[in-house]
Structure formats: structure tokens, C-alpha cells
């Protein structure tokens, strides 16, 4: 049996009830069994698969925080710290009703390999809570998340671990963490990042994500010869990486058809708006409102609203999907495959199932996934830290200029170390190579 199979065969029987965390392994595995043949005997000598696929640790907290009606609730919060050879851990903190540890490995997993073709020094990890923020007052979230921070701060550091956010931790939380830190060590260190400009955080963050994303996708159609004006966009999501991912591509010159969230669906039939961008983003930060509140609020009727649905059954040329992990099942890849799309780019983290991916990439379609895509959030992340560490803000074009140039790196390191057939490029196996070579290589110099 080929060392792949066999620690596949091991991951799989050990850890068969997290399936999110399996499906992101066995995807990595498959797409590296080539490299890892040409080199078994040495790689199977430093057990280097099975120390690749685990994570260095997983820790676990049980946080009290106080209701407002002055009664005690419960939550368990994670940090998975998954690999930190190539620097600290790095990855987001995700508060969310359905967070687990499958979960938090998968994220945590494809969060190294992504944060290696950054090309910054950086580990992954990630973390998170079964804390629901959207049940919850605002001063509840901060006691919740002040709570966290007591737990958390002795296992993080600027040289250790640096958590941020990610679905329902946004620059609030990331404020309400920060500042428990600050009472308990009394020092402004690097810990966290996605804080805001105004207290260390790096200008450009918030959009970071959604903008990398149309970043990576300009420079696949460029490839190509082609541009994005024009184009007709389906996107889910209507948090931090689908409104920001919308922001850019309005700028570029496309069309944006469709926005969701977990209600439903709002269809823009002449294209999102810039004056229903901006309405909607107020709605979504500051009065945490849901689609169906905004759309019923909203005077003008240059959209639909459809509870209960997803864009996928509309037609468009590309697919964006932006909201979580495996959206997109078998049923909508048909719906997508039927209705023409072109390209699909992941704004989310693995938001296809296996059997999805494979429809889509089997269809022709370019797919292009999350690990490369939305890197530019953990990338802007990186530049947080060399901004906080040299006690230098960058301006928000000089921000821009280098996430730009960073995305235009990884879309050609990852171009050169995909498959070398004729017709597009395959973006999954070039990412999965270009990323465990790097990561493997650094395991290997350090020993057994
Ligand atoms: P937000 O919390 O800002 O937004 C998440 C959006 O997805 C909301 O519209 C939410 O709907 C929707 N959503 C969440 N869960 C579900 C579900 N189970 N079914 C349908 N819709 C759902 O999160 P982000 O925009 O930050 O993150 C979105 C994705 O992007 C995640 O996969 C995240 O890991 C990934 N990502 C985020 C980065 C960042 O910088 N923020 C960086 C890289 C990746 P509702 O409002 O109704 O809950």
C-alpha cells in the first residue's frame, strides 16, 4: 500500500465521525501523492504525513459569561494549533452555533497550507466557539468574549499564536478581545489581528478577503486573455467576504446577480447596485440586520427576495460562494454545470463537497480554490503584523499595492507548480503541491 493510502486509511478510521476534517485531508493527500512517491522512503523515515495531517494541539475551554438577566450560560471555545513550521500560528476565530472540531481542523489544516503560499512567515491554526453571537446583546458578546480572552491569553502570543476573525467575529470582537488582553497584560503586543487601524490593526483588512479574491480571479482571466468586465457574478453570503468581494467587482465592471445568507436569497436582476452596496453594508454592520429585514426596509424594488433558496439554479458566468463549508452540494453543482458557469472561485473556505468539486471540475469549469483565493485576508493579517511590530502604519495604497502584487505571486507560483497538461490550469493540484512543498521542506531542515 502506497504511504498515502496507508495514512488516509489511518486519518480515516481514527477520525471517522469529523467528516469536514477527512474531506480536506484526503483532498490534499490525493492531489500530493505523486511528490510524496518520488520521495517515500524519506518522507515515511521522519513520519512526516502523519505529523502534517494532526495538528500540533487542541486546546479546549469551558467560558462562563454572564447574561443580562444576570444568569450564567456556558460555552465551549477551541484553539486548534495546527502547524507552526514556518512561524507562528496564525488563523481566525469562527463564533458560530454549529463550530466543532471537525471543523476546526479542516480550517485549521487548509489554514497552513494557505498561509504557506503567502510566502509570509506564518503557521496555521485556527480557533473558534459554539457561541451565538446573533442571539446574544452586544454587551453579552463582550462579556463573552472578555471571558474568552482569560481563557486564551496564556496559549497566544505575537511569536506564538495570533488569532483573528472570521464568520461572527468581526472588528468588534476583535476590539472587545484585544482590550481583555490589554487589561490583563497591560502591554500592546501583536496578538491578534483584524484589530482596528486606530489601535494597531492594518487599514485594508476589512476588505482584504472579498478584494483578494477579485484580485486572484483578474489574474486567472488574464491568463486567459480575458478580463472581468462584463461578467455576471453569483455570490452567497452577505457577511465580511461576499459584501467586499461584491464591493471589487462592482468596481471592476461586473455584474453582481445574487447575495444570500442562511434565510435566503436576493436576486439583483439588473445587477447589484452601488447605492444598495452601501445600504446593505450599513444594514449588515451596524443594525445587524438579516436580507429578508433589509429587503423589506428597502425602498427601491430592483430586487427579489427568496426565502429559504440559494443563487446556484440562476445564470451566470462565474460562481462565487461565499458563505461556508460545503454549500455547494451535488444538486446545486448540476444546477450550475446546467446553467453555464464558466469559472468558480471559492470566497469561502471549502464550501463544495467532494462530490461537488468533482461535478464542477469534471464539467470543465475553472475551479479555483479558497486556499488560494481568499488568501488575502491572512496575507493583510501578515501585514498587520510587520506594521504593529515596526510601529509604522502603511497607507491603505501602499496595502493594496502589496495584497495585489501578493495574489499575483501566488496565482504564478501556483500556475508554475500545476500539472503540465494542455488546456486551463488546474488551480487545486498546483496549490496542494506549491504548499506542501514548502511546508514539508521546513519539517525536513528542522529533523526528526
Ligand atoms: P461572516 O460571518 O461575515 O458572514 C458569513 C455569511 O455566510 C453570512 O451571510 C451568513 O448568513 C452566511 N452563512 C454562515 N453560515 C451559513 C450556513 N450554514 N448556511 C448558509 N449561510 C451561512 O463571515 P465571513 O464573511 O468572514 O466568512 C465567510 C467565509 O469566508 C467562511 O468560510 C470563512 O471561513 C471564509 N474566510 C473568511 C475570511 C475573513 O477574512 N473574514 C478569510 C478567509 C476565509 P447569516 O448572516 O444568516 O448567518
Redesign the pocket.
Given at each position: 500500500m502506497s504511504y498515502v493510502s496507508e495514512v488516509l486509511e489511518q486519518i480515516n478510521e481514527r477520525h471517522s465521525k469529523q467528516p469536514e476534517y477527512t474531506q480536506a485531508v484526503t483532498e490534499v493527500l490525493q492531489d500530493v501523492s505523486g511528490l510524496v512517491s518520488q520521495n517515500e522512503k524519506a518522507l515515511r523515515r521522519q513520519a512526516i504525513l502523519e505529523r502534517l495531517v494532526e495538528p500540533d494541539r487542541l486546546l479546549r475551554f469551558r467560558v462562563n459569561w454572564e447574561r443580562d438577566d444576570g444568569s450564567l450560560a456556558t460555552n465551549l471555545l477551541w484553539r486548534v494549533q495546527f502547524n507552526n513550521a514556518l512561524g507562528a500560528y496564525k488563523g481566525?476565530l469562527r463564533f458560530?452555533p454549529?463550530v466543532n472540531t471537525s471543523i476546526l481542523k479542516f480550517?485549521g489544516f487548509e489554514q497552513t497550507f494557505k498561509n504557506a503560499l503567502t510566502g509570509l512567515p506564518m503557521g496555521g491554526a485556527k480557533g473558534g466557539s459554539n457561541f451565538n453571537p446573533k442571539e446574544a446583546s452586544l454587551p453579552e458578546i463582550r462579556r463573552f468574549c472578555q471571558q474568552a480572552m482569560l481563557a486564551l491569553h496564556p496559549f497566544i502570543g505575537p511569536d506564538a499564536d495570533v488569532p483573528a476573525?472570521?464568520?461572527?467575529v468581526?472588528s468588534q470582537e476583535i476590539a472587545f478581545l484585544y482590550g481583555q488582553y490589554l487589561q490583563i497584560h497591560k502591554a500592546h503586543r501583536g496578538v491578534l489581528t483584524g484589530k482596528q487601524p486606530s489601535f494597531g490593526g492594518s487599514c485594508g483588512r476589512t476588505e482584504a478577503?472579498g478584494y483578494g479574491v477579485i484580485f486572484f480571479l483578474e489574474e486567472a482571466l488574464a491568463a486567459r486573455e480575458d478580463t472581468l468586465e462584463g461578467k455576471s457574478l453569483l455570490i452567497s453570503?452577505?457577511?465580511?467576504?461576499?459584501l467586499h468581494t461584491a464591493e471589487k467587482a462592482l468596481q471592476e465592471g461586473a455584474r453582481v446577480l445574487s447575495l444570500?445568507?442562511?434565510?435566503g436569497l436576493v436576486v439583483f436582476k439588473d445587477g447589484l447596485t452601488q447605492d444598495q452596496l452601501r445600504s446593505l453594508k450599513t444594514a449588515r454592520t451596524e443594525k445587524r440586520q438579516?436580507l429578508a429585514e433589509w429587503h423589506s426596509e428597502a425602498s427601491d424594488s430592483g430586487c427579489d427576495y427568496q426565502e429559504g433558496n440559494t443563487p446556484w439554479h440562476l445564470e451566470a458566468d462565474i460562481a462565487i460562494p461565499?458563505?461556508?463549508?460545503n454549500?455547494i452540494d451535488e444538486d446545486a453543482a448540476k444546477h450550475l454545470v446546467e446553467g453555464g458557469i464558466q469559472w468558480l472561485i471559492e470566497?469561502?473556505?471549502m464550501p463544495l463537497t467532494s462530490a461537488a468539486q468533482e461535478q464542477i471540475r469534471d464539467a470543465g469549469i475553472t475551479y479555483i480554490p479558497?486556499k488560494i483565493a481568499?488568501a488575502g485576508?491572512?496575507a493583510v493579517s501578515g501585514f498587520e503584523r510587520s506594521q504593529q511590530a515596526a510601529l509604522l502604519p502603511w497607507t491603505l495604497d501602499t496595502v493594496t499595492s502589496r495584497l495585489k502584487d501578493l495574489m499575483k505571486r501566488i496565482h504564478r507560483n501556483v500556475s508554475e507548480a500545476a500539472p503540465d497538461a494542455k488546456g486551463p490550469i488546474d488551480y487545486r493540484v498546483g496549490a496542494n503541491r506549491a504548499a506542501f512543498d514548502k511546508v514539508v521542506n521546513v519539517m525536513q531542515a528542522y529533523g526528526i
Open positions: 481566525g458560530h454549529s480550517l476573525g472570521d464568520i461572527g468581526g478577503t453570503g452577505a457577511g465580511n467576504v461576499a444570500s445568507d442562511s434565510q438579516s461565499c458563505a461556508t463549508q454549500e470566497g469561502a473556505n479558497g481568499n485576508g491572512v
